[in-house]
Every structure is written in structure tokens, then in C-alpha cells.
């Protein structure tokens, strides 16, 4: 068939993605009409006729928004934080013998 005009390209039967059996019952919603989006997973997070993997991927969803990381601070603030740390007591700067109360 090749070569011949019309007969390459088209749509092919059994072609193209597979649905995902994991994600039947997806389409299940119950009403969050006036809820926040966090508030509708925590519902569907916590709803017992909602499919497992569902589920999972509710609680996945509203996890970072819950529960902060423990290193939330980041790189810079944690080594300002130890350099403060370091330049207080015995090494603190000093003032300068000029800048004392004059008389």
C-alpha cells in the first residue's frame, strides 16, 4: 500500500492511548459548590465512597498546603541564621574607642 495515493495515514483501529483502569470512578464528584479548592480535597480525601487512588491523589494534592516542608527556609536563611549565630558573644563587633559618651 505504500506509494499508493490515499491509502497511507487515517485513524487505525485499537490505535492511539489505552485508558488507565486505575482511574475508573474518576469521575466521581460529589457537590463543592462554595468550597475553597483545598476544602474539596480535603472532602474528597475524606469521603469513603470515593475511589482509593482518587483518594491518594487528593491527600498528594493537599499535603504541601497543610504541612510545610521542614527546610522552608531555604539555603541563604539558614547560613545567615549560623553566621548570626557565630558572631554573637566572644566575637561580636565591638564599638569603636571614639564612639564612646563624650564628656
Avoid: C, Q, W
Avoid at 469513603?48 to 487512588?53: F, H, K, L, Q, R
Avoid at 498528594?60 to 536563611?77: I, N, T
Wanted: without cysteine; charged residues 25%; glycine residues 14%.
Amino acid at each position: 500500500m505504500a506509494g499508493v495515493k490515499g491509502r497511507s495515514g487515517g485513524a487505525r483501529a485499537g490505535a492511539g492511548r489505552k485508558k488507565n483502569p486505575e482511574n475508573a470512578g474518576a469521575e466521581y464528584s460529589p457537590t463543592t459548590a462554595g468550597l475553597s479548592p483545598l476544602e474539596a480535597l480535603e472532602i474528597f480525601m475524606n469521603d469513603p465512597e470515593v475511589p482509593v487512588a482518587l483518594r491518594l491523589k487528593a491527600a498528594g494534592l493537599a499535603a504541601p498546603f497543610r504541612h510545610k516542608k521542614m527546610g522552608e527556609g531555604g539555603k541563604a536563611d539558614a547560613g545567615k541564621a549560623a553566621a548570626d549565630e557565630a558572631s554573637a558573644g566572644k566575637y561580636a563587633t565591638r564599638r569603636a574607642p571614639g564612639s564612646a559618651a563624650k564628656h
